[in-house]
């Protein structure tokens, strides 16, 4: 009568190594899928980019900065340009370099929206369609760069200070204005030139 129990215990003995090779393998999948979700979150945000076109629409506005003013001013800015800043952000990863070429845009496009933007003696059309290239790069940046941390501390600083300028009479503060913003998109477009010669070359 031994035999039926030793049957039994075989039994359950199978079902429960069954079992634990089902949770085994099961642990291991979920290990899997964490780490797949781990790397999709941290791949170069410039995979799911058309940086090909946002240099497009880079160049219209860096044109369209010059055109719809005269000659850009010689008057040197009080605030010192960022170079440093710059330097700094070019040895950064891909995802800290777009998440700073798309605060920067923020800032410059920020600056562009004050009341007395009228006293200017710029062409209106050209004005108006600068912003709104600007607005779409800034678009375009949103899907690649998903992070919600803050600019960094330093080009907020650098920002509050150019925006001082703007509290200036006179057509001179929009003048240099508009000269620092063409030295800005010229060394954004350079950093996503950058970029693009980077994940170029990792494909």
Known sequence: MTSPVMTSHSCITAESFLNDQKLHH?????????????????????????????????????????????????????????????????????????????????MIFGLYRHDNLSSTTWDTVKTRHFLEILDRQIEELNDCVLTDESPDSRLKRYYRRLEKVLHRTGTTSWELLRKETKHHLDRLELLVSSIRTKTQHKH
């Open 26 to 106: 099961l642990h291991h999948l979920h290990h899997f899928i964490m780490l797949l979700l781990l790397l999709l979150s941290v791949l170069p945000s410039v995979l799911c980019c058309d940086l090909k076109h946002f240099s497009h629409l880079s160049n219209n506005s860096r044109t369209l900065i010059e055109l719809m003013g005269g000659q850009l001013t010689e008057v040197r800015c009080p605030v010192s340009f960022p170079s440093r800043l710059y330097r700094h952000f070019e040895n950064s990863s891909v995802e800290v370099q777009l998440l700073f070429i798309k605060d920067s845009l923020k």
